[in-house]
T-cell receptor
Framework: DVKVTQSSRYLVKRTGEKVFLECVQD?????MFWYRQDPGLGLRLIYFSYDVKMKEKGDIPEGYSVSREKKERFSLILESASTNQTSMYLCASTPGQGIVGANVLTFGAGSRLTVL | RKEVEQDPGPFNVPEGATVAFNCTYSNSASQSFFWYRQDCRKEPKLLMSVYSSGNEDGRFTAQLNRASQYISLLIRDSKLSDSATYLCVVNDGVGTASKLTFGTGTRLQVTL
């Protein structure tokens, strides 16, 4: 069973703080993703990564950065948190091309961030 | 027009009822389609992929209509445990999950 683990379920931070959200997957998946989910807006892609040290912007990358130093770990960084970044953050992974279920996302349990 | 559009609901149905959700998509070149289920305060999980010929998994049937650009999910004999939000997901790329676009979800509440 693929497992995607997000280190923090709930965080409360202050405006201007630097925030790290960590995500680890244990099934050697190639691709990893960070989404945020907001009521009425659905899931929106922030950043994704197809390989170690590789990253691509999603639909809403502004205010975020990412790091993928190891295949199993994908971190989302908010350099200076703002109140409009209060949201549910979901990490996900997919196996990659050529594998059955290549595009099926497996999600972590989510990190609910509140920025005051 | 949104890229992927769903009726947000909620759909309130009694146990045992049959309920259907539709999802429309705007990109005619979309490649693959999925239904995910999301329970309250939980992460989305794959319910089923949607194949061109339509597919069935127990009480769940998914259909694709490329001409009209919609996919549907039919749930027969609804159970209380089916209460959740159902997310329609469309992949516009070939082999690239980066182009997965999510609908905002349809909420289903099954009651006694």
């Amino acid at each position: 069973d693929v497992k995607v683990t997000q280190s923090s379920r709930y965080l409360v931070k202050r405006t201007g703080e630097k925030v790290f959200l960590e995500c680890v997957q244990d099934m050697d998946h190639e691709n990893m993703f960070w989404y945020r989910q907001d009521p009425g807006l659905g899931l929106r892609l922030i950043y994704f990564s197809y390989d170690v040290k590789m990253k691509e912007k999603g639909d809403i990358p502004e205010g975020y950065s990412v790091s993928r130093e190891k295949k199993e770990r994908f971190s989302l960084i908010l350099e200076s948190a703002s109140t409009n970044q209060t949201s549910m953050y979901l990490c996900a992974s997919t196996p990659g091309q050529g594998i059955v279920g290549a595009n099926v996302l497996t999600f972590g349990a989510g990190s609910r961030l509140t920025v005051l | 027009r949104k890229e992927v559009e769903q009726d947000p609901g909620p759909f309130n149905v009694p146990e045992g009822a049959t309920v259907a959700f539709n999802c429309t998509y705007s990109n005619s070149a979309s490649q693959s389609f999925f239904w995910y289920r999301q329970d309250c305060r939980k992460e989305p999980k794959l319910l089923m992929s949607v194949y061109s010929s339509g597919n069935e998994d127990g009480r769940f049937t998914a259909q694709l209509n490329r001409a009209s650009q919609y996919i549907s999910l039919l749930i027969r004999d609804s159970k209380l445990s089916d209460s959740a939000t159902y997310l329609c997901v469309v992949n516009d790329g070939v082999g690239t999950a980066s182009k997965l676009t999510f609908g905002t979800g349809t909420r289903l509440q099954v009651t006694l």
